[in-house]
């Protein structure tokens, strides 16, 4: 990710350069993915997010917060897929949360975020058994 610069020079039949080409330069970005769920400022017992994919995106880092400047982060997950049930027993309260785009490199991109109350599950509710793979940092 970042801003990268590049030239031509080219080579005579005997392999002699010639004079380079002026510089040029490009920024390599990778998008941040699209939230899905759950929904701006959603009240929430279950607290499974999903996102789209992002154009250059290998895998996804996912923070958590209780402060919508991220700091510091609670939680953080690195995961392939495109959803996420913490593996931690998160505490009632309000949580902001991000999704950042990660290349093959591991260079971290762009990322978007949003926040969610976790309220009490209703009485006689069976937790979500399924779970995203994912790896605590």
């Not at 998008?31 to 400022?41: I, Q």
């Not at 997010?49 to 996804?60: I, V």
Request: charged share 15%; hydrophobic share 35%.
């Amino acid at each position: 990710d970042g801003l990268h610069y590049w030239r031509v020079t080219g080579l005579d039949a005997d392999g002699d350069p010639g004079t380079p080409s002026s510089g040029r330069s490009f920024t390599k970005s990778i998008d941040a993915p699209v939230l899905v769920s759950p929904g701006v400022n959603a009240t929430i017992d279950t607290p499974t997010m999903s996102w789209a994919t992002a154009t250059g995106a290998a895998r996804f880092k996912v923070e958590l917060s209780l402060n919508s400047s991220f700091s510091p982060v609670a939680y953080t997950y690195n995961t392939y897929n495109t959803q996420l049930t913490p593996v931690d027993t998160l505490p009632l309260n309000t949580w902001y949360w991000r999704v950042s785009s990660l290349d093959t490199d591991g260079n971290v991109g762009n990322n978007n975020w949003r926040r969610f109350t976790l309220v009490a599950q209703p009485a006689g509710s069976v937790p979500n058994a399924a779970r995203s793979f994912s790896n605590r940092v």
